[in-house]
């Protein structure tokens, strides 16, 4: 089971058709596309439209990873605040940074109409409040930097009355969206290969070699070789440093939860507490809607009671939306939060001209992978392209230097790990299921015990950087506290940058070895 299924989104309730064959032979191409999802499949079909030939690959299968864990807010007002973006970027770069989230949502919007995708496209308002003793400041400001970067937002004395959201005043901004993840993605998939491009499941990309030829190595043995190459996974898996300096991982938490319908207005919301929340409506079933609330962002790694942030969250939902029934659905997702506001789209830096990645979300996954795909598509074709400078992944945002050296020393002091003592060598009591860092002289072990009892021992060293991992109870994953990668419960990496599975230890213990009876 792949550790992300666990906990299962609401999106994956209905069978969709993401069928995608294994590359099993060599193959050719103009564009080799790592990563099936948003970002992946948006970028094959713009440029198959344009009749330049596709090969996107996929570890699992298309529309498995982050899209599938998302909460599909379609929005152009930037999580991280305008009023911040002005401060790291500038007013000119703020406005442009607005454009091209509107910009994708419209984007969205014309391959619904032109490819007839029924994935419940909806445009409506988005409200921002905050509880924050200075909230009505912040509002003020960040009404007032929004104005300037092109968005027509309102401050209202009072909230939509259904609601009961931290204080009345909140603002609202109008022509934001939503949709159904999956079922768009679905369409994306079937416009791509009506359109001859080929996409393939089950392919993990093993080793990229970057020259004016790029040949990507796949874990089944098969090359492909391609004039361009776009790493459009949630993480790159072709930049081992550079990249990941700038930014950090985050696990965001989701519920689901029943509500009468029509019992909550629709739209999308967000407060502005640290840690945040959103929330925004389902599909309905029957005479209930279903109200999708997420938020209780922690990085990757670094919280011991993960179930707490859904416990937490839960609260939180019920107490602002009190007509909250049964949690039909629990999940969490991964989430990559740049220095400076502003996703990483562009020519891979350190890397040749015919290299490019999209990451950096920023927790804004649906509208950057779209805005993405539309940019690297431009700089493929040699367009030009107004937002390339603002989304450099090269550039060296000065102005956000504090946060730079923040996170840096918090990644730095991950590595202390290795000289803390882990738990002694004696699983006898470690619970079937369940998995914990040991120390067997001076080596750092993840061991697991499966549900028939099995242990299953690997080094607890990442293999991206070197960091140990540490277990994450909720999704029976382990979790690399540097950079995000993170491993299924015997091993195999989920998530990039690693590429490959924690190192096996080959002398497994018996059960009699931690003091159990033969």
């Not at 391959?111 to 003020?140: M, N």
């Not at 919280?303 to 029934?325: H, I, N, S, Y």
């Not at 998995?435 to 099995?454: C, E, M, T, W």
Request: proline share 5%; with cysteine; aromatic share 8%.
């Amino acid at each position: 089971m792949n550790g992300s299924e666990h906990t299962r989104s609401f999106w994956t309730h209905e069978r969709l058709d993401f069928s995608a064959p294994m590359l099993r032979d060599d193959t050719s191409t103009d564009v080799c596309i790592v990563g099936g999802g948003i970002a992946g499949l948006t970028t094959a079909y713009l440029l198959s439209r344009e009749n330049i030939n596709v090969v996107v690959i996929d570890a699992t299968a298309p529309g498995s990873g982050e899209t599938s864990r998302t909460t599909a807010h379609l929005s152009s007002v930037i999580d991280d605040r305008f009023y911040n973006l002005e401060r790291w970027h500038g007013a000119a770069s703020a406005r442009l940074a607005a454009e091209s989230h509107a910009a994708a949502i419209s984007l969205i919007e014309r391959i619904v109409g032109e490819e007839a995708i029924d994935c419940e496209f909806r445009r409506l308002d988005g409200f921002l409040f905050t509880p924050q003793a200075d909230g009505l400041r912040l509002l003020e400001e960040e009404l007032e930097a929004a104005r300037r970067a092109g968005l027509s937002g309102t401050r209202l004395e009072d909230c939509p009355r259904e609601l009961r959201l931290d204080g009345n005043k909140c603002l609202r901004f109008p022509n934001q969206a939503q949709f159904h993840p999956l079922r768009y993605l679905q369409g994306l998939l079937a416009a791509i290969q009506r359109q001859e491009g080929r996409v393939f499941g089950a392919t993990r990309a093993t080793e990229i070699r970057e020259s004016t030829e790029v040949v990507v190595s796949t874990e089944n043995g098969s090359r492909i070789r391609a004039k361009y190459l776009v790493v459009a996974t949630n993480s790159p898996i072709n930049n081992r440093v550079s990249l990941h300096a700038k930014m950090a991982p985050y696990r965001t938490y989701v519920v689901a939860a029943e509500v009468p319908a029509d019992s909550v207005p629709p739209g999308l919301y967000w407060d502005n507490l640290n840690p945040y929340h959103y929330a925004r409506l389902g599909e309905r079933r029957g005479t209930l809607d279903t109200l999708i609330v997420g938020g209780e962002d922690h990085k990757t790694g670094q919280e011991a009671d993960t179930d707490l942030r859904f416990r937490v969250l839960e609260a939180w939902a019920r107490q602002r939306f009190p007509q909250c029934g049964k949690i039909t659905d629990r999940w969490s997702g991964q989430v990559m939060e740049t220095i400076d506001g502003l996703g990483f789209i562009g020519r891979a830096p350190g890397g040749p001209e015919n290299s490019f990645v999209i990451t950096g979300d920023s927790g804004m996954g649906m509208t950057h992978g779209t805005l993405g795909a539309a940019l690297v598509t431009d700089l493929i074709q040699g367009r030009p392209n107004r937002w390339e400078a603002l989304y450099d992944p090269a550039r060296k945002p000065l102005s956000a230097g504090i946060n730079f050296a923040e996170e840096n020393f918090n990644v730095a002091r991950q590595y202390l790990d290795w000289g803390r003592p882990s738990a002694p060598d004696d699983l006898a009591d470690l619970p079937a299921n369940c998995g914990r860092v040991i120390q067997r002289g001076l080596q750092k072990l993840a061991v697991y015990r499966a549900s028939d009892g099995s242990l299953h021992e690997m080094s607890a060293v990442c293999r991206h950087l070197g960091c140990i991992v540490r277990w994450n109870d909720t999704e029976h994953t382990w979790d690399c506290p540097c950079h995000g990668s993170r491993y299924e419960a015997e091993g195999e990496v989920i998530n990039g940058p690693a590429i490959s599975a924690l190192s096996p230890h080959v002398s497994a213990p018996t059960e009699s070895s931690y003091g159990k009876e033969p």
